[in-house]
């Protein structure tokens, strides 16, 4: 109580003895224009308030985070991958794992196989497969799986993976690749053969596409985020063999390609997971410049302080950030080829609260879901996610900026309150009727920003709304654009990476809801289409001729199911750049 009352005792003598229109910044960088007969005094800046409580705006603080937490160092899963071509009946290892459709487990009148492949395995374990996989009412889909130790082949055990009525997309075999990881978990075992019971019909670039997503799927379902449990067990698979796929160059180039993109989005899971007693602004920072720091050859980082962006005038950004001891941290990495000209400029803008407790409008009641607000910088860690794959693959042609203002949304004496009023780095005023819409806040300034760098195109990424998971369910992402181009693009990469997104209208006249009387805007707008009304709302803060979008991944952030996050977003800006590559 002694700390607010002195607080509030230095706000109120700063107030009296500074004069009308002070020179020092307003709170949020919002100034009133002259007017006669009106006489304001302005309050001292809330980053005053850190430099009285003694914090360093560009200090990484080496202090102990709250509760003592601190992530334990959990090793990238190391899994040998190979493609070959061999009788799989012969191979020898742990697990043969092969994927079969609903039509695959089809069988005669005497109720055998009749896919060559299973009819052929079957015949060395002397019926047993056909005879199992009806006693357990194994049909093949999706989500079933059946491991049998049998004698008769060089496999310990052969295991049968459910891909439902037919497998033909990026996501059903990413889905294969984890239910593989979790079968060999299960029988603990350290080496596993992968086939598919039906591949004629693929053809050869489809099966690069395949095995890769194969890899991806395993990689993905073998690692565990256990950083903050006091015990956990060291994934055993140590190799993979991909059968019946093909082999040479081109597939193993592919399947390295899958490894460095998955460690991407394991990244990006580490990141949102990462509470927000550990995962601070300035860590969230941090990180980004380490990236900087391993992919120096090709990757920079400049990280903007509270005064540098006083400069910049991001009153928008900053009035969200105001009201937290954690002191906001303004990332920027900058991809550049070593070599080559650049023949496209984009930007990837992503959201970085690092937890939102809604500001005055303090989130509240069942289904608030504040206990996980960490998750609310999921679209910074997209693209954080994206700058290490991007560092990793490095793509030829393509210049690409990944932008995030990362901050707190807190409550304090220094705090934005309802009816303030910021100005944002475009010189467009907004007047705040909700402190719980401040993502779109903090956008607004990165837009501007983006922009500035002179790109053609911007895709940001954040958990906005509600509203959009209402709409979309848990596992859809919401695509807004203008541009019939862009929107082709990114689907089309959401498509091949196996991601789900679905493009939403951007209807102009739900805008009328969006007015102030006293600004040019408010933050939020009627309750109905609440994502439509956001996505209006950062399209204010984008140049014309920039091709932009908004991708609203509220849903499919995190999986209820396994109560983590999903490093969702990653997979689709990675394969949306290489579309960009020369």
């Known amino acids: 109580m002694a700390v607010i009352v002195a607080s509030l005792a230095t706000s109120l003598s700063a107030a009296v003895v500074r004069s009308s229109f002070s020179s020092s910044p307003s709170l949020f960088l919002t100034k009133l224009k002259s007017a006669p007969c009106l006489r304001f005094t302005f309050s001292v800046s809330p980053f005053d308030s850190y430099r009285r409580r003694g914090v360093k705006l560009m200090a990484h603080s080496a202090r102990a985070t709250l509760g003592l937490t601190q992530p334990a ?118 080496d596993v053969g992968i086939v598919l019971a039906s591949t004629g019909s693929i053809l050869n670039e489809s099966k690069l596409n395949t095995a890769s997503a194969i890899v991806s799927g395993t990689v993905l379902g073998t690692y565990e985020d256990n950083r903050y449990k006091s015990d956990s067990k060291k994934p055993v698979l140590k190799s993979v063999d991909i059968l019946g796929l093909g082999t040479g160059p081109d597939l193993v180039k592919k399947l390295k390609y899958a490894e460095d993109v998955s460690s991407a989005v394991i990244f990006g899971k580490e990141l949102v997971n990462s509470p927000a007693n550990v995962l601070t602004p ?52 900058c991809y550049k080829p070593s070599s080559g000209p650049v023949k496209a400029k984009l930007a990837l803008v992503g959201k970085g609260l690092t937890f939102d407790s809604g500001g005055y409008n303090i989130k509240t009641g069942p289904g608030c879901s504040i206990e996980f607000m960490k998750f609310d910088m999921g679209g910074s860690a997209a693209v954080l996610g994206a700058a290490k794959a991007i560092g990793q693959v490095k793509p030829h042609g393509v210049e690409v900026h990944f932008i995030v203002a990362a901050c707190e949304n807190m409550i304090s004496g220094t705090g934005m309150r309802p009816g303030d009023i910021v100005t944002a780095s475009n010189g467009k005023t907004i007047e705040v009727n909700n402190t719980d819409a401040e993502g779109r806040l903090t956008l607004a300034d990165a837009l501007v920003y983006a922009c500035n760098q002179g790109v053609e195109k911007i ?99 995190s999986s209820e199911k396994k109560r983590t996050a999903t490093g969702f977003g990653i997979l689709t800006l990675v394969e949306w750049v290489q579309q960009h590559s020369s």
């Open 73 to 190: 160092n959990i090793d990238f899963p190391k899994i040998a991958f190979s493609a070959k071509e061999i009788d799989v009946a012969e191979w020898i290892g742990d697990i043969l794992a092969v994927g079969v459709t609903e039509k695959d487990m089809a069988k005669d009148d005497s109720k055998m196989f009749e896919n060559s492949l299973l009819k052929k395995l079957d015949a060395k374990l002397g019926g047993q497969l056909s005879e199992a996989s009806s006693e357990e009412d194994f049909t093949g889909k999706p989500g079933q799986s059946l491991v049998l130790r049998l004698p008769g082949l060089g496999s310990k055990r052969i295991g049968l993976i459910g891909l439902g009525q037919s497998a033909t997309n990026t996501y059903n075999f990413r889905n294969f690749g984890e239910a593989i990881a979790a079968a060999a978990k299960t029988a603990q075992a350290s």
């Open 282 to 333: 300035a860590v969230l920072a941090e990180e980004a410049s380490k990236l900087a720091s391993t992919y120096s050859d090709v990757l920079s980082a400049t990280i903007l302080s509270a005064e540098q962006c006083i400069e910049l005038k991001m009153g928008s950004y900053l009035g969200v950030a105001a009201a937290s001891a954690n002191p906001p941290h303004f990332i920027h990495l």
């Open 459 to 557: 895709i940001d990424l954040a958990t906005l709304t509600g509203a959009c998971v209402v709409a979309l369910g848990p596992s859809i992402a919401g695509v807004f654009t203008p541009s019939d181009e862009l929107a082709n693009e990114v689907l089309t990469a959401a498509e091949a990476s196996g991601e789900k997104l679905w493009r939403m209208p951007l209807e102009e006249s739900y805008w009328e809801s969006m007015k102030s009387g006293v600004a040019d805007m408010v933050n939020t707008g009627a309750r109905q289409g609440g994502a439509i009304t956001a996505a209006l709302f950062l399209k204010q803060f984008v140049d014309e001729k920039v091709q932009w979008m908004h991708i609203d991944m509220a849903g499919p952030v």
